[in-house]
C-alpha cells in the first residue's frame, strides 16, 4: 500500500489557514485520503470548540508528562500555551495511506521536516496586514491589546515564508482553496510517476 504524505500549512492567525483545511476536507475529502492532525494544546477552549474534535485539550502537565514520553511530532509553545501532535496517530495514518495535514506554525514546520525532509509545505498569507488586523477584529474573540500581540507575532511568522516549498496569498477565498488543492494533487501525482519508476526498473522488489 502507498504511504501517506505529509501536509505542512501555516499561516499568521487570521489569515484563513483553518478555513481553507476546513473547506478543503468537506469539499474535497470524498474518498478520505486526507486527516487533518488534531493538536493537543493546554490553552482554554473558545466557545464552541468541542474537546478532541477541535483540539486535545490537556493541562500542562500533562502536556509536559507526554513530552518526557516522547509523545509528539512536533510541539511549540505560542502565546503562552503548548501546542502539539502524535506521533502515535500520525504514523498510523501514513501507513494506511492517508494524506496528513498540519495546521502549525513555523516553529512546528521545522520539527516536522527535520524528522521527514519529504513534507511539503505551504505558507497562507493574507492580501495585506491591513487586512489582518480587520479580520482579527470581526472575529470579536479577542481583546485590542490581543490582537496587537496577533499582529507583532503576524509580522514574525510572515518572515519565514520563504522556507516554504509554496505561499498562497487568501485575498480570494475560492482562488485560494483551488490553490491549495492543485498543491496537493501534484504532490500525489508527483509521487504516483516516481513510485511507477522505480517498479519498472525494479520489478522484483524482493531484492
Not at 485539550?57 to 507526554?66: A, G, I, R
Not at 494524506?99 to 505558507?123: T, Y
Not at 498562497?168 to 490553490?179: G, S
Request: proline share 3%; no cysteine.
Amino acid at each position: 500500500m502507498k504511504k501517506g504524505q505529509l501536509f505542512i500549512v501555516s499561516a499568521p492567525s487570521g489569515a484563513g489557514k483553518s478555513s481553507l483545511i476546513n473547506a478543503l476536507l468537506t469539499r474535497f475529502n470524498a474518498d478520505d485520503s486526507m486527516r487533518l492532525s488534531i493538536s493537543h494544546t493546554t490553552r482554554a477552549p473558545r466557545p464552541g470548540e468541542v474537546n478532541h474534535v477541535a483540539y486535545h485539550f490537556v493541562s500542562e502537565d500533562e502536556f509536559k508528562t507526554l513530552i518526557a514520553r516522547g509523545a509528539f511530532y512536533e510541539y511549540a509553545n505560542v502565546f503562552g500555551h503548548y501546542y502539539g501532535t502524535s506521533r502515535e496517530i500520525v504514523e498510523q495514518w501514513v501507513s494506511e495511506g492517508k494524506d496528513v495535514l498540519f495546521d502549525i506554525d513555523w516553529q512546528g514546520a521545522r520539527q516536522i521536516r527535520k524528522i521527514s525532509p519529504d513534507a511539503r509545505s505551504i505558507f497562507i498569507i493574507p492580501p495585506s496586514l491591513d487586512e489582518l488586523k480587520h479580520r482579527l477584529e470581526t472575529r470579536g474573540q479577542d481583546s485590542e491589546d490581543v490582537i496587537d500581540g496577533r499582529m507583532e507575532k503576524a509580522m514574525r511568522e510572515i518572515s519565514h515564508y520563504s522556507e516554504y516549498d509554496h505561499v498562497i496569498i487568501n485575498d480570494d477565498f475560492d482562488k485560494a482553496l483551488n490553490e491549495l488543492r492543485s498543491i496537493i494533487i501534484a504532490a500525489r501525482d508527483e509521487t504516483k510517476i516516481q513510485s511507477e519508476l522505480v517498479d519498472a526498473m525494479f520489478p522484483d522488489r524482493s531484492i
